[in-house]
């Protein structure tokens, strides 16, 4: 089955920088890339997705590229605000099912 | 913006006993599906479930384990005889389409003592 990997555990960046994290997948049919954050005790929240018919998405501070050859994508997050401190978690999907196998998380502090 | 909802926030419960999870995915959500949450780790997959049937589940889900959709709007996760290691966070969530963004409820914290 699936297997995602999420690179780092933990990561702190100073407020304004960008904060880059990284993911690789298992399974070649794999084709949908959500990203979600999750705050201390809320639910997870979808940030940002990628299909695998596309290199690279963005939404305003927010991109995700993906390279299928490589079998991995990344989050990129710019000018970096308190308010991004949180647990990102990246995941993959394929079309033969429908469940979302999740990376193991990476804890993004953003320092003042 | 609708989201989903799930009842008790937490459940305490004494190990062997049966514990229901309750969940009310968004109203016009065909596909849902119950994910858990150990301390500290990664969101796993338990089930998934559309037109009134198992569509898919893990090695978590296993006999202890049943879903139902008892009537036109809530989603149930038991665990007949809870153990030790079920304690954790479960999540529901609800889709409108198949492969395409799943909606997360608050969760329900499961403690088994």
């Known amino acids: 089955g699936e297997n995602v990997e999420q690179h780092p555990s933990t990561l702190s960046v100073q407020e304004g920088d960008s904060a880059v994290i990284k993911c690789t997948y298992s399974?070649?049919?794999?084709?949908?890339f959500p990203w979600y954050k999750q705050e201390l005790g809320k639910r997870p929240q979808l940030i940002i997705d990628i299909r695998s018919n596309v290199g690279e998405k963005k939404d305003q501070r927010i991109a995700v590229t993906l390279n299928k050859t490589a079998k991995h994508f990344s989050l990129h997050i710019t000018e970096t605000q308190p308010e991004d401190s949180a647990v990102y978690f990246c995941a993959a999907s394929a079309n033969r099912d429908d469940k979302i196998i999740f990376g193991k998380g990476t804890r993004l502090h953003i320092l003042p | 913006e609708p989201e989903v909802t799930q009842t008790p926030s937490h459940q305490v419960t004494q190990m062997g006993q049966e514990v229901i999870l309750r969940c009310v995915p968004i109203s016009n959500h065909l596909y849902f599906y119950w994910y858990r949450q150990i301390l500290g780790q990664k969101v796993e997959f338990l089930v998934s479930?559309?037109?009134?049937?198992?569509?898919?589940k893990s090695e978590i889900f296993d006999d202890q384990f049943s879903v139902e959709r008892p009537d036109g709007s809530n989603f149930t996760l038991k665990i007949r005889s809870t153990k030790l290691e079920d304690s954790a966070m479960y999540f529901c969530?609800?889709?409108?389409?198949?492969?395409?963004?799943?909606?997360f409820g608050p969760g329900t914290r499961l403690t088994v003592l």
């Open positions: 399974d070649s049919a794999s084709n949908y």
């Open positions: 969530a609800s889709g409108r389409d198949l492969y395409n963004e799943q909606f």
């Open positions: 479930f559309y037109n009134n049937e198992i569509s898919e």
